[in-house]
């Protein structure tokens, strides 16, 4: 089946512009991850949304950071007033349970704020 | 917490030599062991992953990696390495709660010349 999907693939923002990321994840899995891959670096995690239950939020930087997932499907990451340091790609995840621990990934958006 | 280090950040290897790419992890707890691997303009796909069991896990492609409790490694390694194989390696820990979030090292360059 088809792969979990993020769109755009590439956004070139202004500084202090709002931006919106999305991910569909694979089609029943029930968890889902944001991470974010700064230029030279390894992956930050993000967010966790798992079924109804609350998300866990403990990786977001800063509170111009938001992300919703609506029950098991697409989930949207919202980044406020932009700053330079935002620049990076943000990847999805999803996984069918938790106890598999087995993430897909998806293929990312590269942001970069100007 | 857990903390994630790959000793390289670049492996420079001639093909069909054997090559290992170096992981030590921190953590108070017990954890699950992941290696991914991103080839050059795709996404993240998991090589191999140690849960419980065996020390030695075989992943894809011909790689294996050895799980030491006691030096707190997860080092991956390959017998014979394929142009094919150059690509970005990431070693990953995750708890064994229920989130199944994952803390990554910094990556590794893999680069496999003629």
């Known amino acids: 089946g088809a792969g979990v999907s993020q769109s755009p693939s590439n956004k070139v923002t202004e500084k202090g512009k709002d931006v919106e990321l999305r991910c569909d994840p694979i089609s029943g899995h029930t968890a889902l991850y944001w991470y974010r891959q700064r230029l030279g670096q390894g992956l930050e995690f993000l967010i966790y949304f798992q079924g109804n239950s609350a998300p866990d939020k403990s990786g977001l930087p800063s509170d111009r950071f938001s992300a919703e997932r609506t029950g098991e499907s697409v989930s949207t990451l919202t980044i406020q007033r932009t700053q330079q340091e935002d620049s990076a790609v943000y990847l999805c995840?999803?996984?069918?349970?938790?106890?598999?621990?087995?993430?897909?990934f998806g293929p990312g958006t590269r942001l970069t704020v100007t | 917490a857990q903390s994630v280090t790959q000793l390289d950040s670049q492996v420079p290897v001639f093909e069909e030599a054997p090559v290992e790419l170096r992981c030590n992890y921190s953590?108070?707890?017990?954890?699950?062991l992941f290696w991914y691997v991103q080839y050059p303009n795709q996404g993240l796909q998991l090589l191999l992953k140690?849960?419980?069991?065996?020390?030695l896990v075989k992943g894809i492609n011909g790689f294996e990696a050895e799980f030491n409790k006691s030096q707190t490694s997860f080092h991956l390694r390959k017998p014979s390495v394929h142009i094919s194989d150059t690509a970005e390696y990431f070693c990953a820990v995750s708890d064994r709660s229920n989130t199944g979030k994952l803390i990554f090292g910094q990556g590794t360059t893999l680069q496999v010349k003629p």
């Open positions: 953590s108070s707890v017990s954890v699950y």
């Open positions: 140690y849960l419980s069991g065996s020390t």
């Open positions: 995840a999803s996984s069918r349970l938790t106890g598999s621990y087995e993430q897909y």
